[in-house]
Nanobody, 120 residues
Framework: QVQLVESGGGSVQVGGSLRLTCVVS????????MGWFRQAPGKEREFVTDISENGFRQSYVESVKGRFTISRDNARNSVYLQMNNLQPEDTAVYYC?????????????WGQGTQVTVSS
């Protein structure tokens, strides 16, 4: 059974940084894209970023470009999200996501989420 566990969330002030970690168990990360999503209070879950199977391609929602960086370490079965220059609108629960199929970006497995709160 595939399980995803996020960590690294917390409360920071505007302009601060956080690094989220997602550890995957139940299968190898090889051949699987990975993604991060977030859900702010009263809003729908939205795509933030994802990374290709080999790490060579990353995609970002426009609002985080230049501030967030996704990376992966397949040997550690882990995916990371470095978040810099955090803004109040980044406040949300952040979820790690994995697809069921290799070479797919249809995300079907989700972690429990980690809260990120940015205050001014």
């Amino acid at each position: 059974q595939v399980q995803l566990v996020e960590s690294g969330g917390g409360s920071v002030q505007v302009g601060g940084s956080l690094r989220l970690t997602c550890v995957v168990s139940g299968r190898t990360l090889n051949n699987y894209a990975m993604g991060w999503f977030r859900q702010a209070p009263g809003k729908e879950r939205e795509f933030v970023t994802d990374i290709s199977e080999n790490g060579f391609r990353q995609s970002y929602v426009e609002s985080v470009k230049g501030r967030f960086t996704i990376s992966r370490d397949n040997a550690r079965n882990s995916v990371y999200l470095q978040m810099n220059n955090l803004q109040p609108e980044d406040t949300a629960v952040y979820y790690c996501a994995a697809p069921r199929l290799a070479f797919s970006t249809e995300y079907t497995f989700w972690g429990q989420g980690t809260q990120v709160t940015v205050s001014s």
